[in-house]
């Protein structure tokens, strides 16, 4: 049997492309083909066979996709909703979308092919995402590494210095190296650091743990 899929995209052009493609597929029938959530939300009571898959753009007017997705999953709890975006470089908003209820999530410049793969795919229990989604968001739970692991461990005398309240000659002295040299260290820290002043680095030092 055909599985019943419906499609939310409020740009003409696409929601067309999306349509023309995905529902002369014979593994799809096609119900509600709306451009907004708001207005699926309110057509859905009228469906004979509520959608059994849900595709969504994210970038809606009214509630977004990512908004649609708890509000879709509420009234219809079997149906599985895949996102689609124009742009990735957010992959906060993927871990949104996915703790909201989302299964699948696509870029708008994925084939349609490999979107109609991806729907079946999830379809039969499974997740699908584009290639380069899903490398963000496994980049989004890699751990983020400390800036400070980055010094020189002679910055990080330095660095240590001037957390003591030493001025920049009494570090040139305790350290045995010039003034400009100090200077120069203490531009290389607050480059690594990406920190711009004494009292953000200061700041830092009390955020330390322990501190």
Do not use: W
């Given at each position: ?17 999306l349509?023309?493609y995905?529902?002369t597929?014979?593994?799809?029938q096609c119900g ?8 699926f ?29 708890s ?8 149906a ?19 703790c909201a ?8 410049t994925t084939?349609l ?9 999830v ?7 584009s290639p ?9 739970f890699?751990?983020?590494a ?8 002679r ?6 210095a ?9 570090i ?8 400009n ?5 203490i531009?290389?820290v ?12 200061l ?9």
């Amino acid at each position: 049997m055909p599985l019943h899929l419906a499609i939310i995209e409020d740009l003409p052009a696409v929601r067309r492309g999306l349509e023309t493609y995905l529902c002369t597929q014979p593994e799809f029938q096609c119900g509600l083909v709306v451009g907004s959530v708001e207005e699926f939300l309110d057509r859905i009571g009228d469906e004979a066979t509520p959608p059994r898959l849900v595709l969504s753009d994210i970038g809606l007017p009214g509630r977004s996709g990512i908004e649609g997705v708890s509000l879709i999953k509420q009234r219809l709890p079997q149906a599985d909703v895949v996102l689609l975006t124009a742009v990735m470089g957010d992959p906060a908003r993927v871990f949104q979308a996915l703790c909201a209820g989302a299964v699948g999530f696509f870029l708008k410049t994925t084939p349609l092919s490999d979107l109609k793969a991806g729907l079946l795919a999830v379809a039969e229990g499974g997740s699908s995402m584009s290639p380069a989604v899903a490398r963000e968001v496994v980049k989004y739970f890699q751990p983020v590494a400390d800036p400070e692991q980055s010094l020189t461990p002679r910055e990080v005398q330095v660095v240590h210095a001037i957390e003591q309240g030493l001025s920049y000659k009494l570090i040139a002295d305790q350290l045995g190296i010039s003034l400009n040299t100090v200077r120069r260290h203490i531009k290389s820290v607050y480059t690594k650091l990406h920190i711009n002043s004494k009292g953000e680095l200061l700041a830092r030092a009390l955020r330390r743990p322990g501190a």
